[in-house]
């Protein structure tokens, strides 16, 4: 089921009422083969490439283009918007704030405590949620800032144009008094990398984007630098996300489709038809998983309840 409507009424009580109670950890089911109940699309975005979700607000991020679908614009469109569980776009432009410095084409968002990062072609951002102070600190040698992903206090940047991996220290450094260290902790590996995740046994899990024609696949990064081929080429992956009986989640350009991968299975695609799926979260509820996917080329959010 895919349609083009509202989801106040349609998700809030699957997400609004369940959430409360449902803490990350309340996901540790083993997904055995799971399967899509819902798939629901609301419009309204300008270019949203990437979706975040803040536990201690329940509420999403979504980082928009705003104007062309140029992720090397720099216009001074972009924003980020502050949207409900249900879909409700609740502040159009949360940030940057009125008369802040402006956004471009904002990417890749991650939300941590009261702080958001958020990637914008050469640089990232860190704001704070409470009080909307930002602070942007650049990339030396970037050429597309990505995905950011924080773990511990280390803030981690993909670049998939120059296949490489950033590492900003510390990972708050929105009042530090002096810039923050930033070094490459990879370059041309053949990662190509493009959305990160912190794996629960420490490694840092990145998928790979490049052309329709090179594929990628999913990778991890171990803390003594070691790079792990975990699939073989896959496609032009986008997002990924661990889920607690280990599988992963992950969005592919080239088939057009949220899929679901483990090393016993494969690949098996959970949604497809999206003309381009990029940078999703997730909202942890009771029996499953709600995946809201941003699809950057139509301008949509898809809300995906995967349930066991």
């Known amino acids: ?121 050469d640089g990232v951002w860190v704001f704070d949620l409470k009080t909307k102070k930002g602070r942007k600190t650049a990339l030396p040698g970037v050429q597309f800032a990505n995905d950011p992903a924080v773990a511990g206090n280390v803030l981690y940047v993909s670049d998939n144009v120059s296949d490489q991996l950033f590492k900003v220290e510390p990972a708050d450094f929105l009042n530090s008094k002096s810039a923050p260290k930033v070094t490459s902790v990879f370059k041309g590996a053949g990662v190509s990398p493009n959305g990160l995740w912190p794996a629960r046994d420490g490694m840092m899990l990145m998928v790979g984007f490049l052309a329709p024609d090179k594929p990628r696949g999913i990778f991890a990064l171990g803390v003594s630098g070691q790079i792990k081929d975990l699939s073989g080429p896959i496609g032009r992956l986008d997002g990924i996300y661990e889920m607690q009986d280990g599988s992963l989640l992950a969005t592919d350009w080239n088939s057009g489709s949220l899929f679901r991968w483990s090393d016993k299975t494969g690949m098996q695609k959970l949604a497809t038809g999206f003309k381009g799926p990029a940078d999703f979260c997730v909202v942890p509820q009771a029996g499953g998983l709600t995946v809201v996917v941003p699809d950057l080329v139509q301008s949509q959010l898809r809300f995906i309840q995967v349930r066991n």
Do not use: C, H
């Not at 996901?27 to 803040?54: K, M, N």
């Not at 918007?81 to 084409?105: C, D, T």
């Open 1 to 121: 089921m895919n349609k083009k409507t509202p989801l106040y009424l349609a998700l809030a009580a699957a997400l609004v009422i369940a959430q409360p109670a449902i803490s990350p950890e309340a996901s540790a089911q083993a997904y055995g083969t799971p399967r899509v109940s819902s798939d629901q699309t609301v419009g309204g975005f300008a270019f949203p490439e990437s979706v975040a979700y803040d536990p201690k607000a329940k509420v999403l991020y979504v980082s928009e283009f705003g104007s062309k679908l140029d992720p090397v614009l720099k216009d001074g469109k972009g924003r980020i918007s502050k949207v409900s569980l249900a879909g409700k776009i609740l502040e159009q432009q949360f940030l940057p704030a009125a008369g802040g410095e402006p956004l471009n084409k904002p990417k890749g968002i991650w939300v941590k405590g009261d702080r958001l990062w958020v990637t914008d072609i």
